[in-house]
């Protein structure tokens, strides 16, 4: 219901394309077409959004959940559709929760609190004065057969009663903070907790009355714990930040046996059914380990950019949340026979650009290394290895393809010049770098011979490809004035067009980089005389944040609007394309003879426009805002998604974003649908 009013809303306010996307969202979802050097698991089956910092994750046989800030995500196994529920009350942040059969309780720093699953509706909130002082706040929770367990900053545990929100008992239990309680429900009912500030120490206490049963110093920062019946006994599972697990005798409070198992162990544990094996959050990384022996029977990577916080583990699926992001990412994860071992250091791309080799579009990546790597553009293939050579002390920034004697060459900027790929041959070059020119941080582009950069202090370099020499270097701005920078053609003569943080675009001749005037209209896009660089809130809300030209035409994006217009004249073609939220990325192309425009904006929404009429022909709903739009072809559009390099299915428009369960990975179904043909207003080359 709350969707539909919603929709409702937006239509009477005049909004019907973001009525569209409140039907079309379903983050849970969404798979891509295909993804190159394989950075997605083949044991991922979806992925989440949702737009908040994680505080808990349960999974059952229908369905996933996660309390994000002050709402409950329930997402449907079988299509991944999220059905939100609000909880009661103002939000205080959770220092930790748990869900427990209908109901979620999480804790702030003085309070328990319990609300109910089907209506949102606060079931109870004990007594902030009811936490003694000298335990300082409450950081972790358990909840288990009807009360619920708390540790505190400072040591302690806490035992309420979940009917009426009273203290039961309390008890010292380590000498500082308590990074994790488990309550185990099997007989004889007891409390697993895990703290300690100048050693870690594991204790064990019968859940009637907090009595502790037996106490061990340990090594190691241990931050993690948890309960399972391993063979018929009840064990005790602790890790510590090393990655070490060790399982306990509950009762005697002795290790029964320590395995390495992961590099950097976050302290999400989880267990199979059988109890048999633990999930083990290792940075971004599940590992799954058998506890008899200690085998790491599988390793499988996420999606994350920041480790594992929670797992949970229901029959086939496991569901990890991500900690330390406010976008809620999630993913859920398939514990496939046999189980997969990804290598756990996914490549990490840094910009992507495409390019015709030997009549086949591929698409050429940069790492974080300096490697350059070709891939296949209709289906992600990696075309032969890794070119280049390992470089740890420069950082590549973007991609740009240049032609020289008809062959198609990719340009990188690297910190102080660029460096030439050849993707037919493999060979790599570096070009020469300027005595006068700084990082390049800004921006980047190309076209026939040449490739012009902005280097961090606002001087401009222009390097003849064939030579692989400056042709020239001159410092055009203040630092941090340029934001955008685009090659072009004018009257015959090549130019560069940079685009300023305050709106205006300004021209120069690439043979000595002298200014020369704007023409026609573009005149009209005066830069303010005596204005200040704002660095805090760089690049500013008028800044020019994207540019390019396209054949005849002059494509820019300030704040939600793109502009396309003739470069000689500054007419427009066709209106501008206005988006509900901040334009990320942008790139011309065209498709079956129609230019149109690819954009990527702030609402998660990758829309390709066609230019005459300004009419959105494809619109698909991601996960999440990406910054780079690499490619449009037949029937996807390839983008860089945070160091992913994939392909998002285009076909079906602005429908919702399903996917079946690939029978290997990356395959997916499409649909058939060509794009709209029309008379083309514009030349794009």
Known sequence: MDRFEAMVGLLRRGLPERADLVRAEQPGAWLPRWTAGEPLSRAMRQAYQLGGLIAAVRLDDTYAWALVDDTVHRITIADGVVHRLRLEGPYRYHGAA??????????????????????????????????????GGLC???????????????????????????????????????????????????????????????????????????????????????????????????????????VWDPGAAVPLARFPVADHSTGALAFTADGACAVVGDGQVLQVVDLRDGTVRGTIRTDFEFE???????????????????????????????????????????????????????????????????????????????????????????????????????????????????????????????????????????????????????????????????RAVTRVARPGAITAIAVGELHGATVVLAGDQDGGIRWFDSADLGEVPAPG????????????????????????????????????????????????????????????????????????????????????????????????IRAVTLPRPVGRIVAIVAQQIIVLDRGFLLAVDTAGGNQPMTAPRPTTPGQHATADMPLSSTTPVARFD
């Open 308 to 470: 594992v916080r929670d797992v949970a583990v229901c029959g086939p699926f496991v569901f990890a949340g991500q900690f330390g992001s406010s976008e809620g990412r999630a993913n859920l994860v398939e514990l496939t026979v046999p189980l997969v071992q990804d290598d756990r250091h996914r490549p990490h791309f840094v910009d992507a650009v495409t390019i015709m080799v030997d009549g086949r579009l591929v698409v050429v990546a940069v790492d974080r290394g300096g490697l350059f790597r070709v891939f296949d553009a209709a289906d992600g293939r990696q075309l032969g290895g890794a070119y280049g050579r390992q470089q740890c002390f420069t950082f590549p920034r973007r991609l740009v393809t240049a032609t020289v004697e008809g062959r198609a060459l990719v340009a990188c900027m690297f910190n102080l010049g660029p460096t030439f790929f050849d993707p037919a041959s493999g060979q790599v070059r570096a070009g020469s770098e300027p005595a006068t020119a700084g990082p390049v941080m800004t921006a980047a582009a190309g076209r026939d011979g040449l490739v012009a950069a902005i280097d961090a202090g606002g001087t401009l370099t222009v390097w003849d490809v064939a030579t692989l020499m400056p």
């Open 98 to 135: 748990v869900f427990d059969g209908d109901t979620v309780a999480a804790v702030d720093d003085d309070q328990l609190r319990v609300w109910d699953l089907g209506t949102g509706g606060l079931l109870l909130a004990t007594d902030p004065d009811d936490v003694p002082r000298p335990a």
């Open 521 to 616: 209209r573009f005149a009209d896009r005066q830069i303010p005389a005596g204005r200040a660089l704002d660095s805090v809130y760089w690049p500013g809300p008028n800044a020019v944040t994207a540019l390019h030209v396209a054949g005849t035409v002059v494509v820019s994006a300030i704040a939600d609007t793109v502009t396309c217009a003739y470069i000689a004249t500054g007419d427009l073609v066709g209106p501008e394309l206005v988006h509900p939220d901040r334009v990320r990325a942008v790139l011309p192309a065209v498709l079956d003879a129609v230019p149109v425009i690819a954009t990527s904006c702030a609402d998660r929404v990758v829309r390709i426009w066609e230019i005459e009429t300004g009419r959105v």
């Open 140 to 246: 972790s929770l358990a909840v288990g057969a009807g009360v619920a367990v708390t540790g505190t900053e400072r040591g302690y545990l806490l035992l309420w009663d979940l009917r009426d929100g009273s203290r039961l008992a309390k008890i010292a239990a380590h000498d500082g903070f308590v990074r994790r309680v488990a309550v185990s429900t099997h007989p004889p009912l007891a409390v697993l907790s895990v703290g300690g500030q100048d050693h870690s120490t594991v204790s064990f206490h019968d859940l009637d009355g907090l009595r502790r049963t037996g106490n061990a110093a340990v090594p190691g920062y241990h931050c993690g714990g948890g309960w399972t019946s391993l063979d018929g006994q009840r064990r005790a599972v602790t890790v510590d930040e090393d990655g070490v697990l060790t």
